[in-house]
């Protein structure tokens, strides 16, 4: 569960979870609850509701099952659940929703007990490239000589070595933009190393980041995985 104050408030545990699914590209995320999972009404109020297996899609006829979010000891219910079920599947992460009140309540998914699955329509490191690609702002840019352009084009991590310059200001885990040796943009990616510590490492072997830093964060100044080719 989250802290929650009059000062500092996120708004549920829901949408927390899923935004945390979200950040470390996680394939599963499970919500507990005191029902089953998505009804086609309230399983509470109408012995005729039925359980929903599994949801492919979020649409307004879905988010009208959830009904209206309870007022008085949650934050949401069902309704959040939907919400952060939007959050995940956007990321490429399945999210389940199951009953949290038995003993052993994800051995019991194990075994095979109800839930709704909600499947997203891509992997994670899909949805993570898309999210690169779109929706970060740059913070910076490297230049890089036409073999890592090449390499790059190839599905590579992007070395010191091919590394002919840097742009801007930023710190490790930011975005920066990838240009080649004619300025156009060939990439965007997550850089592992900031601003500074890029320019030291420009032109070296993998094998000196530690010697040259003093300390490494791995060979790639941008992992492949995190970096997603782009033009313009």
Not at 26 to 49: C, E, F, H, M, Q
Not at 121 to 133: D, G, N, T, V, Y
Not at 151 to 179: E, M, P, Q, S, Y
Request: aromatic share 4%.
């Amino acid at each position: 569960d989250t802290v929650a104050t009059e000062e500092i408030r996120f708004g549920d545990n829901d949408r927390l979870g899923a935004k945390v699914a979200h950040m470390i590209s996680a394939d599963t995320l499970v919500l507990l609850s005191d029902i089953d999972g998505l009804y086609t009404a309230d399983p509470r109020k109408n012995l005729d509701a039925e359980l929903i297996p599994e949801v492919r899609e979020l649409t307004p006829e879905i988010f009208n099952m959830a009904g209206v979010a309870p007022t008085m000891y949650s934050s949401g219910g069902m309704v959040t659940k939907l919400q952060a079920a939007e959050i995940a599947m956007k990321a490429g992460c399945r999210m389940i929703i199951a009953r949290g009140t038995i003993y052993h309540p994800l051995k019991a998914q194990l075994e095979g007990a109800p839930n709704t699955v909600f499947l997203p329509s891509e992997s994670p490191l899909a949805a993570r490239r898309h999210w690169i690609a779109t929706s970060l702002k740059a913070s910076g840019a490297i230049i890089v000589d036409a073999g890592a352009a090449k390499a790059l084009a190839a599905g590579k991590n992007l070395l010191a070595a091919g590394i002919t310059g840097v742009d801007g200001r930023f710190k490790h885990g930011d975005a920066v933009r990838v240009l080649g040796p004619d300025g156009a943009q060939i990439a965007r990616g997550i850089t592992s190393y900031g601003a500074e510590e890029t320019r030291l490492l420009m032109g070296h072997a993998s094998a000196d980041i530690e010697a040259t830093l003093g300390f490494t964060r791995g060979n790639a100044i941008i992992h492949s995985d995190d970096l997603v080719l782009v033009e313009g």
